[in-house]
């Protein structure tokens, strides 16, 4: 899962290789914090934060099989 986020938002970004995915794990639940340039926190965020929820929407889609539950917090 931490390389679909770290795939997904490395596409989005100016400069992928300032792009950090952490995985923190709970009992059933995950956290992905995700690092990215200053510059690049608007583009992944996006207007009225689009960009933002559609990542959190196709990450937890993608984790139902696992049976966990996933938050995707960005950070600059």
Same mark, same amino acid.
């Given at each position: 899962? &931490?390389?679909? #986020? @770290?795939?997904?938002? &490395?596409?989005?970004?100016?400069?992928? !290789?300032?792009?950090?995915?952490?995985? %923190?794990?709970? @009992?059933?639940? $995950?956290?992905y @914090? #995700? /690092?990215?340039?200053?510059?690049?926190?608007?583009?992944?965020?996006? &207007?009225?934060g /689009?960009?933002?929820?559609?990542? /959190?929407?196709?990450?937890?889609?993608? $984790? %139902?099989? !696992?049976? /966990?539950?996933? $938050? #995707?917090?960005?950070?600059?």
């Amino acid at each position: 899962m &931490k390389e679909l #986020v @770290e795939m997904l938002v &490395k596409a989005l970004v100016d400069f992928p !290789d300032q792009v950090d995915v952490q995985q %923190i794990d709970g @009992e059933r639940t $995950s956290i992905y @914090e #995700v /690092r990215v340039a200053p510059e690049d926190l608007g583009k992944v965020i996006g &207007k009225q934060g /689009r960009i933002a929820n559609a990542l /959190r929407t196709v990450v937890k889609t993608a $984790s %139902i099989k !696992d049976g /966990r539950r996933v $938050s #995707v917090e960005i950070l600059p």
